[in-house]
């Protein structure tokens, strides 16, 4: 099976989406959607940006790997009355089912940039966007002194290395490799634009809280914890990711959370 397929089916994350609602609509809200705009959310989750979108007037398709996902973004649409999105499974560097020049707008945040293979993804995402679209990516920066990427470079100090072969999905967060693979994907430089945005996650319970939801529901931290376990480093690693999530609070009420994370947007013209 896929490992990405087990890695996002693995727990459940509709509840760490539920503190992403207020910034995936925000970002939504600034990329002048229009009434039955054709947009792909590709490695959609279940509907943190999709379903914003959908309320905007467009037609929307999200795409995902993990079918719980689809399932629960479905749910979604369906509860809030939304007949002009619909959520399907896929693989963001496989898109057999989608014909060539589909959408005026693809956008994947904190989703095509764990696919497993880059460059294919790349090609997949400029060849489903019609001449004229847009791309709209939001990728997790390594190194940078946030959250997401804190938690995602501690977790792997503590599980076993990658096989051999694995790209990092957080090579999608450097300038120059961004540049590169759409480049080679048939993009002119000068049609990318990369910056650096902040993504906001709220939550209505304190860090230590917080934590708890990764723990139990964030993929790449549950496979951390379980090789924690293994190696009787739980404690290590628990008081590591509690210290960073406390530290990095900036509610003025230590009972709720609201962690801002530093993340790179890329906009690419097809």
């Known amino acids: 099976m896929n490992p990405n397929k087990v890695l996002w089916e693995k727990g459940d994350f509709t509840q760490l989406a539920a503190t992403m609602r207020q910034s995936g609509e925000e970002l939504v809200n600034t990329l002048g959607i229009t009434k039955d705009m054709l947009v792909l959310d590709l490695g959609c989750g279940d509907g943190t940006t999709a379903i914003p979108a959908a309320r905007l007037g467009a037609q929307v398709l999200g795409v995902d790997i993990a079918s719980n996902l689809v399932k629960a973004a479905n749910e979604r649409a369906v509860t809030e009355g939304l007949n002009n999105c619909v959520f399907k499974e896929g693989d963001a560097s ?5 014909a060539d020049d589909s959408f005026d707008l693809l956008v994947t945040i904190f989703g095509a940039m764990f696919a497993s293979n880059p460059f294919d993804t790349a090609k997949e995402m400029v060849r489903v966007t019609r001449p004229g679209g847009r791309i709209v990516m939001g990728n997790w920066i390594p190194g940078d002194p946030t959250l997401v990427a804190q938690i995602l470079k501690t977790s792997a100090a503590f599980t076993r290395p990658p096989p051999e072969g694995f790209i990092s999905p957080m090579l999608w967060g450097v300038e120059a490799n961004v540049t590169e693979r759409f480049v080679n994907a048939g ?9 650096k945005a902040t993504f906001t996650f709220n939550a209505p319970y304190s860090p230590t809280e917080f934590l708890k939801t990764f723990k139990t529901f964030y993929g790449p931290t549950l496979n951390a914890f379980e090789a924690a376990e293994k190696a009787g480093t739980v404690a290590e690693l628990e008081a590591q990711l509690e210290a960073l999530f406390i530290s990095q609070n900036k509610s003025d009420n230590a009972a709720t959370t609201s962690i801002p994370a530093t993340f790179l947007k890329v906009t690419v013209k097809r």
């Open 94 to 98: 496989d898109l057999n089912e989608i």
């Open 187 to 195: 993009i002119a430089p000068e049609n990318i634009r990369l910056e």
